[in-house]
């Protein structure tokens, strides 16, 4: 399918792709009626960390009272219902989106929460959604060759806000929704996504770093770090996250940011945050009495995954063994021999495995990421093992493990589904996986 698309692409001028795309989103958004006008829409983008942010400003606008819906990479959410994205597709169809809007709105949901990604924007996946608010978390070098170079990849991410910037204004129960665009100060590109059209444009980061006369920032301090949580303060409001990592004080500087833009206190957001529990497949720890520690994490690109070590440092008393592999289907092959050098580097034991192959040869993505991993130093049969099914490398990990070690199985995190050949997805889950290995190696 990848393939008869690629050659698709190549044929069929760019002018009537980009129609397509636009008219397919202009119908479901009609066929819906407009269900996004009935919302405050909030989009979140950035390369990493986008579901968890999307995640936490959902439970930050909550302490308003109001019910929200949300639109991610690892589940849907509409009011009190929650259920696991299983499409492998971030922003899905339009048609499927707008459903969800209309659903959310129908229930009464004051609060739209969508994860909007590069390549969504791309396909005009973004248009006829009212957004309301623009939320940048952070952006690195990812994605770049299906944008064709990381400026174009960046390009792609601050049109969504030069979007919702020029939408005409909105009303809801009588009043007029503040345009907003929340900001990450650490981040160097920050300043290429300020649109003056906004409203209010509200800054967050880590370290004291003011930006523009007039506008706040939320700086986090007094940082703690653990092994299962964080705490920090913001303005002399203390927030307590049961989210292990740096990356996390990010995630939730910017729900805290985005929820005050929108007219939520600092402190009954941070409140709201203190009993949010982390995300299944986000550093999600598989403990089944096991005297090892076992993680299931989603990060799947190298500076996604480096983050992740970083927070693993916590945890780490013996050594790292590491279960990941690269997905198929076209996506950013360069990366693969990247990731398998990572692990290489930081890992004690690196085995790599099968994961999201799609049409592509799962052998050959394998091979790509050991490469890596032999360029930092690893020796195949020694510290290094290329193993195609995932059960059975999830396996050699856990009879691996000893006392104090952390096994770490990363790329599908939450994932239900295993993108296979021939269009296939095959049930699969990493957590369940890991499980199984641990209760049939301790003989529970």
């Known amino acids: ?63 308003s009272g109001a019910k929200t819906g949300c639109t991610t990479t690892a589940f849907f959410k509409v009011a009190d219902r929650t259920w696991s994205n299983a499409t492998k597709m971030t922003m899905v169809g339009r048609f499927q989106l707008q459903h969800l809007l209309r659903e959310m709105a ?52 601050i049109r969504l806000f030069e979007y919702a910037a020029f939408l005409p204004p909105k009303v809801l129960d009588g009043q007029t929704v503040p345009r907003v665009e929340v900001l990450n100060a650490s981040s160097k590109y920050a300043n290429d996504f300020v649109i003056r059209k906004f409203n209010k444009v509200a800054w967050y980061g880590i370290g004291n770093r003011e930006r523009g006369t007039g506008n706040r920032t939320l700086v986090a301090s007094d940082i703690m770090l653990s092994s ?8 002399g409001v203390s927030v307590a996250l049961r989210m292990p990592g740096m990356p996390n004080v990010e995630n939730a500087l910017a729900a805290l940011a ?16 203190g009993d949010v529990s982390s995300l299944p497949g986000r550093y999600e720890r598989i403990d089944e009495g096991q005297p090892w520690t076992v993680i299931v994490d989603f990060a799947f690109e190298p500076v996604a995954v480096t983050k992740l070590y970083e927070v693993v440092a916590a945890d780490r008393h013996g050594r790292i063994i590491h279960v990941l592999g690269s997905t198929g289907g076209g996506r950013d092959v360069s990366r693969r021999p990247v990731l398998g050098r990572i692990a290489g580097e930081k890992a004690s034991v690196v ?44 396996r050699l990990a856990m009879k691996m493990a000893k006392t104090g070690d952390v096994v770490l199985i990363t790329g599908k995190g939450s994932e239900p589904v295993m993108a296979v050949a021939g269009g296939r997805k095959i049930p699969w889950s990493d957590a369940e996986e890991a499980r199984k290995a641990i209760l049939e190696v301790t003989k529970r």
């Open 106 to 157: 129908d229930a009464g949901c004051r609060y739209a929460v969508v994860e909007t990604t590069s390549q969504g924007i791309m396909q005009h996946r973004h248009e006829h959604i009212a957004y309301d608010a623009c939320v940048f978390t952070n952006l690195w070098p990812e994605h770049i060759e299906a944008h064709g170079g990381f400026e174009n990849y960046k390009r792609a991410k």
């Open 351 to 394: 085995i790599v495995t099968n994961e999201d192959p799609y049409d592509d040869d799962p052998w050959e993505i394998i091979n790509h990421v050991a490469d890596g991993a032999v360029q930092a130093g690893k020796q195949d049969g020694h510290d290094l093992y290329r193993i195609l099914d995932r059960r059975d490398a999830i």
């Open 1 to 63: 399918m990848y393939v008869l698309l690629n050659f698709l692409r190549k044929v069929i001028p760019r002018p009537v792709f980009d129609l397509y795309h636009r008219a397919l989103s202009w119908l479901a958004a009609m066929w819906y009626g407009h269900p996004s006008r009935r919302l405050i829409v909030i989009g979140v983008t950035g390369t990493s960390g986008k579901t968890t942010t999307a995640y936490l400003v959902a439970k930050a606008l909550e302490a």
């Open 228 to 235: 299962d949580h964080v705490t920090f303060k913001v303005d």
């Open 258 to 273: 985005t929820a005050e833009a929108l007219g939520v206190s600092l402190r009954d957001a941070a409140r709201a945050l």
